[in-house]
């Protein structure tokens, strides 16, 4: 079992920054690539970013390449997504997620519960 709790999300004007973070907890949750997904009303899921822990491999949706970072702690057991330059389109609620390596992104192992992100103009 892995746990995932999310942090982070707060309100923003367009061009500002938020730093969220996912909490992992459990034996295995090294065994996991991290990930970052989002979803806006009326629009489907979407994967922003995903990550080993070492970071040896890493992805980012176009829609955030070159503004948003993401990164892991694996001794900390925290991932953090870095979000800078926010568009008002990036507004949504940020849910970070877990895969087994080897697995698909299109179902994910474990979620967070969500973290509000809203970006303002």
């Known amino acids: 079992q892995v746990q995932l709790v999310d942090s982070g999300g707060g309100s923003v004007q367009a061009g500002g920054s938020l730093r969220l973070s996912c909490k992992a907890s459990?034996?295995?949750?090294?065994?996991?690539?991290m990930g970052w997904f989002r979803r806006a009303p009326g629009k489907d899921r979407e994967l922003v970013a995903a990550s080993t822990w070492a970071g040896r491999s890493t992805y980012y949706g176009d829609q955030v390449k070159g503004r948003f970072t993401i990164s892991g702690d694996v001794a900390r057991g925290v991932v953090t997504l870095q979000m800078n330059s926010l568009k008002p389109e990036d507004t949504a609620t940020y849910y970070c997620a877990a895969v087994k390596y080897g697995g698909t992104w299109d179902v994910p192992d474990y979620w967070g519960q969500g973290t509000q992100v809203t970006v303002s103009t």
């Open positions: 459990g034996r295995t949750f090294s065994e996991y690539v």
